[in-house]
């Protein structure tokens, strides 16, 4: 199997690994074909916070040396993939000609996932067989470490009484096993387990999660301070969305919209200090594909009882928001580990609607934020 050329000027032990869960997926594809048009010099890299002055002394891994692969049960190669997202307006025309061999190499660098119906491997089995391609791909490229990033589709959450380890869960025990840091971008379990958290920390491995924070949620970050710092009472807070995709798909399944709104209520009882009334409705609408329209309706009071309404509508890319959080991400915990850093980061509690502790404010985030980037640079 060949593997991934080192970039002109590198060393092989300069490079990361970034391996995500789910690499064919929208989010995978625009974030690989992302990489390397900034890289390229062909686009700025709108939508990176680490690309911002503040982080320029953390010693993040340049995005040049990152070295993609990954696991997936679909198919289509990621020239195709990216294609077919040209024609859907998320990337640029002209973008994947123009990068086909950076993606061509990160598709040959992707593994078979699953489990598949009528797989009868145990989970040991399955987890040991990502473990070592894992361990491969780490080998073989010669890469420093791998970051493991789940960008897959949103599973139920588990019953109390499940005999087997949802498939998000494998990955992340894969992960641990590989020794490799690892992020949940989505709702699904990962390794927010009790056995699975204890092993990352037994094996000094950083982690964040869980479910990116890119549109409705972010937005509702930014406005729930507000109401409680002008000390005006929330009454109702309502939403819906209106999505398409691969997500839209998954989240059509009643269980899984619910593991996704868990996310998204969490950030309004944390900084209201209680639940509101209301709840978010996700629609599946094939059409719209991987663009998103987010729809809050916002009920309060102010002085003397008056009652007021604020509305807001939130239109955007899903994949074109999250691809750069991402490619933060696995910096970040690439970085983290290579200066000793261990267990959950609440730290990087600004890309999640469900972090690992912190404050669910984005500003309180922020500083946090800039906190850990200061640390990285005085670890040198």
């Known amino acids: 199997m060949p593997t991934t050329p080192t970039p002109r000027g590198e060393q092989p032990t300069h490079r990361t690994g970034v391996w995500f869960v789910g690499a064919r997926g929208s989010v995978a594809t625009t974030a690989v074909a992302g990489c390397a048009a900034v890289t390229a010099g062909l686009h700025p890299p709108t939508g990176m916070v680490t690309e911002t002055p503040p982080f320029?002394?953390?010693?993040?891994?340049?995005?040049?040396?990152?070295?993609?692969?990954?696991?997936?049960?679909?198919?289509?190669?990621?020239p195709?993939?990216?294609?077919?997202?040209?024609?859907?307006?998320?990337?640029?025309?002209?973008?994947?000609?123009?990068?086909?061999?950076?993606?061509?190499?990160?598709?040959r660098e992707i593994r078979p996932g699953g489990p598949q119906p009528g797989d009868t491997r145990s989970d040991e089995e399955i987890i040991a067989s990502f473990a070592d391609d894992l361990t491969d791909f780490t080998r073989r490229t010669g890469v420093a470490r791998t970051v493991v990033v789940n960008v897959s589709s949103?599973?139920?959450?588990?019953?109390?009484?499940?005999?087997?380890?949802?498939?998000?869960?494998?990955?992340?025990?894969?992960?641990?096993?590989?020794?490799?840091?690892?992020?949940?971008?989505?709702?699904?379990?990962?390794?927010?387990?009790?056995?699975?958290?204890?092993?990352?920390?037994?094996?000094?491995?950083?982690?964040?999660?869980?479910?990116?924070?890119?549109?409705?949620?972010?937005?509702r970050s930014v406005l729930a301070p507000m109401f409680v710092q002008r000390a005006l009472a929330v009454r109702a807070w309502?939403?819906?969305?209106?999505?398409?995709?691969?997500?839209?798909?998954?989240l059509a399944d009643p269980a899984a919209a619910a593991a996704k709104n868990a996310g998204k209520e969490r950030v309004l009882t944390d900084t209201l200090g209680t639940a509101p009334e209301g709840e978010v409705h996700i629609d599946d609408v094939p059409a719209l594909g991987d663009w998103k329209t987010a729809w809050d309706h916002i009920a309060f009071d102010g002085f003397l009882g008056s009652r007021?309404?604020?509305?807001?509508?939130?239109?955007?890319?899903d994949s074109a928001l999250a691809a750069p959080l991402v490619l933060d991400l696995a910096r970040l915990l690439a970085r983290a580990h290579e200066a000793g850093l261990s267990g959950p980061l609440p730290e990087l509690g600004f890309y999640f609607k469900d972090p690992d502790g912190g404050p669910a404010a984005l500003a309180e985030q922020y500083g946090e934020l800039l906190a850990f980037a200061e640390r990285l640079r005085e670890t040198g």
């Open 56 to 78: 320029a002394e953390s010693g993040l891994p340049a995005l040049s040396s990152l070295v993609f692969g990954g696991h997936d049960t679909a198919s289509c190669p990621l």
């Open 80 to 107: 195709k993939r990216a294609e077919e997202l040209t024609a859907a307006g998320v990337l640029p025309h002209g973008l994947p000609a123009a990068l086909h061999a950076e993606l061509d190499a990160a598709d």
């Open 308 to 317: 007021m309404i604020l509305q807001t509508i939130w239109q955007g890319c």
């Open 238 to 250: 309502s939403g819906t969305n209106l999505l398409g995709g691969g997500d839209g798909a998954a």
């Open 154 to 219: 949103t599973e139920p959450a588990p019953g109390p009484d499940a005999l087997r380890l949802p498939a998000s869960s494998l990955y992340a025990a894969a992960a641990v096993r590989a020794g490799c840091p690892y992020v949940n971008f989505t709702p699904s379990t990962g390794l927010r387990t009790g056995p699975l958290t204890a092993a990352a920390e037994a094996r000094g491995l950083p982690h964040a999660g869980r479910d990116g924070k890119t549109g409705q949620t972010l937005l």
